[in-house]
């Protein structure tokens, strides 16, 4: 499996961008795609995710409301779109997929694959 991220860049503080994270290779129905970030001197944290299987999402307390996670099935892709932007959100973002599972894990380390980071810059 390989994912490929799009998306990304400056914006001011209560904008909006979109990321993406498209999904090639052996990938099943069964597959938990999330969005992680980490932003400088601080650890990797959970952001979204979203269950192919289940449809469902999951949200961080800190995008709740503000980011939304979806799937585009015939492209394989999640998407993040991101609104109401905070300098807080500034970090390198980093799309993730979990083989198989119904819940969504928000340890990253119950994810096997990871695309490239991209970063999001969000000015005050």
């Known amino acids: 499996v390989q994912l490929q991220a799009s998306g990304g860049g400056l914006v001011q503080a209560g904008g909006s961008l979109r990321l993406s994270c498209a999904a090639s290779?052996?990938?099943?129905?069964?597959?938990?795609m999330a969005w992680f970030r980490r932003a400088p001197g601080k650890e990797r944290e959970f952001v979204a995710g979203?269950?192919?299987?289940?449809?469902?999402?999951y949200y961080a307390d800190s995008v709740e409301g503000r980011f939304t996670i979806s799937r585009d099935s015939a492209k394989s892709t999640v998407n993040l779109q991101m609104d109401s932007l905070k300098p807080v959100d500034t970090a390198v973002y980093y799309c993730?997929?979990?083989?198989?599972?119904?819940?969504?894990?928000?340890?990253?380390?119950?994810?096997?694959?990871w695309g490239q980071g991209t970063q999001v810059t969000v000015s005050s």
């Open positions: 993730a997929l979990a083989l198989s599972g119904a819940r969504i894990p928000s340890d990253y380390g119950r994810y096997n694959y």
């Open positions: 290779g052996r990938t099943s129905s069964s597959h938990v």
């Open positions: 979203f269950s192919w299987s289940r449809g469902s999402t």
